[in-house]
């Protein structure tokens, strides 16, 4: 099992920042492919930014490619989140998530976090 617990989220204004963090424990996460995903009031979860367990390959959703900034440190089984550039729509519930295989859905990974809100608003 992975317990998974994110942090970081607040209230920005347009073109702000802000850093999400999720720490894991119970299970070290080097094996694992790591996700952000997100929830927007009113829609479904979808994915921001997967990263591969081995060889560090990172895949981005189109709106978060050039803003976001995903790291991980499997040594403190952490996964972050720089989140740059921050518009309204990028107002949601974030949620770091792993599984065991490369995936863009929610049922590709086994474990979540609780989220984190952020809240882009003038």
């Known amino acids: 099992q992975v317990q998974l617990v994110e942090s970081g989220g607040g209230l920005v204004q347009p073109g702000g920042s802000l850093r999400l963090s999720c720490v894991a424990s119970g299970r070290s996460i080097s094996g694992y492919y790591l996700g952000w995903f997100r929830q927007a009031p009113g829609k479904e979860r979808n994915f921001v930014v997967i990263?591969?367990?081995?060889?560090?390959?990172?895949y981005y959703e189109d709106f978060a490619s050039g803003r976001f900034t995903v790291s991980r440190d499997n040594a403190d089984n952490t996964l972050s989140l720089q989140m740059n550039s921050l518009k309204p729509d990028d107002t949601a519930v974030y949620y770091c998530a792993a599984g065991p295989r490369l995936g863009f859905h929610n049922i590709d990974y086994d474990y979540w976090g609780q989220g984190t809100q952020v809240t882009v608003s003038s």
């Open positions: 990263t591969s367990p081995n060889d560090g390959d990172t």
